[in-house]
């Protein structure tokens, strides 16, 4: 069976940018250990990338978030040093959740990265709702939310939704 770990936004934005906490700092290694494991055993790695262009402040997020963050090509938008491997995919998303996840022969998933109440939920549901019948995973100790108690909601959410939380 195919194993896919999906990498969500693990951006310099979001780890210690414009949009970055301590919680997503402290969790950059386990990441790292996470990848190495799933790249020594051969599985598919995807790198989600949040994307967003120079008009951002003008988009809909931008007047409900304020804060200019992974506008592409920009130093803030590179995923962390250290995380991306060769051979790795790389979506470029323009919102939450990535949309054609049907694009990709998804076997057993498992999701790691930020922010575990935005982008990580919103993903897992997406994929969970296109693929029912696949186990569907995330790690918390792998993952950080805006802060501890919106993290805590969202694992709540997707254990209620039958992703399972390792």
Request: glycine content about 8%; some cysteine; proline content about 3%.
């Amino acid at each position: 069976m195919k194993k896919t770990l999906i990498v969500v936004d693990m951006q310099n934005d979001f780890i210690d940018g414009s949009l970055g906490t301590k919680e997503a700092e402290a969790i950059v290694e386990n990441v790292r250990r996470k990848i190495a494991g799933y790249q020594a055993n051969g599985d598919e790695i995807i790198f989600t990338r949040d994307t967003h262009q120079q008009n951002y402040l003008e988009t809909n997020e931008g007047r409900h978030l304020p804060v200019e963050h992974c506008i592409v090509g920009t130093e803030g938008w590179k995923i962390a040093d250290g995380l991306s491997v060769e051979g790795a995919i790389y979506i470029d998303k323009p919102s939450f959740g990535y949309t054609n996840w049907k694009d990709y022969d998804l076997e057993e998933v498992e999701l790691v990265g930020l922010c575990t109440d935005i982008c990580v939920v919103s993903n897992a549901l997406i994929i969970k709702a296109l693929y029912p019948e696949i186990k569907v995973s995330v790690d918390p100790s792998c993952c950080a939310g805006v802060t501890p108690e919106t993290h805590e909601a969202a694992i709540t959410t997707m254990r209620q939704c039958q992703v399972e939380i390792l």
